[in-house]
Every structure is written in structure tokens, then in C-alpha cells.
T-cell receptor, first 114, second 118 residues
């Protein structure tokens, strides 16, 4: 069965500092991995995805994520956090086979402090 | 990017009433739509998958007679919570995919519906 773990409910970081939001996954075979962001009173928005190719994936708003197959991780990173990055970040995974839906993590709330 | 419109965004109803939630893909044809539910401090949990013109596929533990899903067109899916009870209070969110290219690579979400049953 597919699963996603986001070990931190909350991450606090000072503005201008680098940020990391952790995600580990379990899936049969190769994974499709996604990060979504949810700002207050708005729907989930796609940030970035890993399908195949380079392990370092660059996405919207300066975010990037690194796929690590041996550690089954897909941590989200940004070199310099902004206050406007404060939101809920959700990691998701699905396997390659068929039209299967995504399995989501619980989400990590990021607070960037000025 | 593609837009999925979901409404209402919030609904409060009395126990025993039925509530309909609509999910529309505004600028693409959604061959498949998914309905999720999220309880506080928990992850989004898939309730059902609906393909246009066919019956929805429900996940284990989801009552199909209670959560009626209709996907009559390529741009509209509805979720009706029948005879709602307080335990059905939750955040419901839909997502839609055009179904082209890599399966589910393109997945777009509605903004969700917060259902409160009194």
C-alpha cells in the first residue's frame, strides 16, 4: 500500500533562512511524487513534481525538492524563506501503474517569521 | 493554469438533510474526478473516483448510498451527502484530471467545502 509521512506538523523558520519540509514515502515500484501548497482560504496548488530524470526538481516560487530513492524521501527546500511562504505544505505520492489516485501526507504548516 | 471550481465553500445544515457539492472543471474536460475528505489534523483521504458516464468507484469504508456521486458530463461532478449527520462534518475537496499524458500527472483541485452538520 502507498503511504506518505510528513514527520513535522509545524516548521518555523526566520525570513531569509533556508527551509526544509520533510517527506518520506512508500510505494510499490517507481513513484510519482508531488508537493502541493495550501494558502489560507484557497485550494491546493501544485508546486512541483518528480516523475523521472534529475533527482533535483525545481518548482514554483523558488521551491525545489530532492528525490532520494535510497532514503525514499522527497524533501522540499528553499534557499531563502519569505514571510509569504507561510502556508500548509502537503506531499503526495502515487505509483506508476494505472490511473490510481494520489495518497497525501498530513501536511506541514510552515511559518516564516520576519 | 487549469481551474477547478467547487461550491459551496461552506455549508451548515441540520442533521438529516442532504447537501450537494459541485465540482466543475472550467477550462478542460475532466475524464476523471476524485473526491476527498479531510478531518482535522488528518491527511486528505480518498472517498471515491468517478469517471464520466460510469458509476463511481468507492474506497473501502465509504458508503455509496450515503455519498452519492454523479459525473454526468466531462466538466461537472457532484457529491451529495444524504441524510447528513454530525459525524459527516468535514472538509470535502474534489480534484480533476484531463486524463491525458501521464496518468494523474495533471491534477487540479477545487478550493474545498467545509460541511458542518448541526
Amino acid at each position: 500500500a502507498q503511504s506518505v509521512a510528513q514527520p513535522e506538523d509545524q516548521v518555523n523558520v526566520a525570513e531569509g533562512n533556508p527551509l526544509t519540509v520533510k517527506c518520506t514515502y512508500s510505494v510499490s515500484g517507481n513513484p510519482y511524487l508531488f508537493w502541493y501548497v495550501q494558502y489560507p482560504n484557497r485550494g491546493l496548488q501544485f508546486l512541483l513534481k518528480y516523475i523521472t530524470g534529475d533527482n533535483l526538481v525545481k518548482g514554483s516560487y523558488g521551491f525545489e525538492a530532492e528525490f532520494n530513492k535510497s532514503q525514499t524521501s522527497f524533501h522540499l527546500k528553499k534557499p531563502s524563506a519569505l514571510v509569504s511562504d507561510s502556508a500548509l505544505y502537503i506531499c503526495a505520492v502515487r505509483g506508476w501503474s494505472g490511473n490510481t489516485p494520489l495518497v497525501f501526507g498530513k501536511g506541514t504548516r510552515l511559518s516564516v517569521i520576519a | 493554469g487549469a481551474v477547478v471550481s467547487q461550491h459551496p465553500s461552506r455549508v451548515i445544515c441540520k442533521s438529516g438533510t442532504s447537501v450537494k457539492i459541485e465540482c466543475r472543471s472550467l477550462d478542460f474536460q475532466a475524464t476523471t474526478m476524485f473526491w476527498y475528505r479531510q478531518f482535522p489534523k488528518q491527511s486528505l483521504m480518498l472517498m471515491a473516483t468517478s469517471n464520466e458516464g460510469s458509476k463511481a468507484t468507492y474506497e473501502q469504508g465509504v458508503e455509496k448510498d450515503k455519498f452519492l456521486i454523479n459525473h454526468a458530463s466531462l466538466t461537472l461532478s457532484t457529491l451529495t451527502v444524504t441524510s447528513a449527520h454530525p459525524e459527516d462534518s468535514s472538509f470535502y475537496i474534489c480534484s480533476a484530471t484531463p486524463g491525458t499524458g501521464v496518468p494523474n500527472e495533471k491534477l487540479f483541485f477545487g478550493s474545498g467545502t467545509q460541511l458542518s452538520v448541526l
